[in-house]
């Protein structure tokens, strides 16, 4: 995850907002706090799931550096082109044999549709991230990031993220760890608003918005 200026909010956002600070007293605090933010979509779902490989396990820089390389080398940022990219240059822009592998696996797949993004508007999300972890290096963390903040799904509930545990454990239980149970417990209420109440979760451990 980076940070970026806030983009135009999803239409649901005021009515999500409304009901979690009604029914949750830890987010009636917070939703106030942040009124300026929101959360944004960063557009073209290829581009998001390969910059998603390309910077896996290195910093938002090293990361930056490698993909405006990554996006020298080809002839266009898009599935054909990357699909048919000599992996020899990959790798001299800097991607490692791995991700190579795994963003031309991910560029053949759209090409051919076993990875469809047209079809993602009539799915629901478990559906949506089971065709995506079938991509090679991509896992259910990153697809739930995805669903968030590309395609805007306003009930995601990313529970393996560290920054929500944190966040939990920090504004219900004084920063001790919180059992399953307790967590279960918190996060049903927030329902059908996952993605909303955990965005803001974050938000309690940082200022600035959160992009994917």
Known sequence: MATHDAMTAPRYWPE???????????????????RA???????????????????????????????DRFVATVEAMAPAAVARADTAALRA?????????YVQDLARRFCEGTVDAASWVELDDEAIIE?????RGIGRWTAEMFLIFNLARPDVLPLADLGLQR????????????SARRIGTI????????????????RSLESAPTQY
């Open 93 to 101: 822009a800097g991607l490692s044999l791995r991700k190579a592998e």
């Open 37 to 67: 933010l929101a959360l944004g979509s960063r557009g073209d779902a290829f581009q998001t799931l390969a910059r998603a490989i390309v910077g896996q396990q290195i910093s938002v820089k090293a990361a930056q550096n490698v993909w």
């Open 167 to 178: 966040a939990l454990s920090a504004n219900y239980n004084r920063g001790r760890p919180l």
């Open 187 to 202: 996060t049903r209420s927030w329902a059908p608003w996952r993605s909303v109440a955990t965005w803001y979760m974050w």
């Open 131 to 135: 065709q995506l972890v079938q991509v």
């Open 16 to 34: 999500a907002t409304r009901a979690l600070a009604a029914r949750d007293p830890v987010l009636a605090t917070l939703i106030p706090r942040h």
